[in-house]
């Protein structure tokens, strides 16, 4: 069976400091992923997605940036991280052919 | 562009009430749509889904139906819990693109 695994679960990091959060799918090959923030509140907002391996879409302009090194592994990146950084990431996984989409268990990201 | 619009919460019901959450959507192609769940401090969990048009889509007591001649798909439950209060999102994968686009999510509330 398929499986989504993100970490870390909760993190606190300084303003100015990188950050890397990790996304990898297992029992699936060539996966469309996706990364998502909710900020105080409830909206989902798409950052980025991909649909194969160095195919990154950026839904808006901002501090991140995503990679997808590997066809399953999928990055959400800063280099110095800002208060409004702050909030719940979610990666998120769908089948080709769109008949289902996983979500990971998210990351709960302070910037202080 | 695709978008889902759902309507606006918070919804508040007693026990053992009827509920309905009103989801339409935009999409070019033949989208696959989804009901996801998130409960207080939780990731989103696929409540159900449905890839076709006529399609039913069930889970937990929850219902919803694509109907693509008025481009709907609505959440029902005949009885709604205590447990049952969380944050429920309608969400399409277009048939065009393989974005995942999610409403802003409707906060159901029952009271005992």
């Known amino acids: 069976s398929q499986t989504i695994h993100q970490w870390p679960a909760t993190l606190v990091q300084p303003v100015g400091s990188p950050l890397s959060l990790e996304c990898t799918v297992e029992g699936t090959s060539n996966p469309n992923l996706y990364w998502y923030r909710q900020a105080a509140g409830r909206g989902l907002q798409l950052l980025f997605y991909s649909v194969g391996i160095g195919q990154i879409s950026s839904e808006v302009p901002q501090n991140l940036s995503a990679s997808r090194p590997q066809d399953r592994q999928f990055i959400l990146s800063s280099k110095k991280l800002l208060l409004s950084d702050s909030g719940f990431y979610l990666c998120a996984w769908s089948a080709e052919g769109a008949r289902a989409a996983f979500f990971g268990q998210g990351t709960r990201l302070t910037v202080v | ?112």
């Not at chain 2, 048009?53 to 693509?68: I, L, P, Q, V, W």
């Not at chain 2, 001649?69 to 209060?85: A, I, M, N, R, Y």
Request: one cysteine or more.
């Open chain 2, 1 to 112: 562009g695709d978008s889902v619009t759902q309507m606006e919460g918070p919804v508040t019901l007693s026990e053992e009430a009827f509920l309905t959450i009103n989801c339409t959507y935009t999409a070019t192609g033949y989208p696959s749509l989804f009901w996801y769940v998130q409960y207080p401090g939780e990731g989103l969990q696929l409540l159900l889904k449905a890839t076709k048009a006529d399609d039913k889509g069930s889970n937990k007591g929850f219902e919803a139906t694509y109907r693509k001649e008025t481009t709907s798909f609505h959440l029902e439950k005949g009885s709604v819990q205590v447990s049952d209060s969380a944050v429920y999102f309608c969400a399409l994968i277009g048939g065009a693109t393989n974005k995942l686009i999610f409403g802003t999510g409707t906060l159901l509330a029952v009271q005992p």
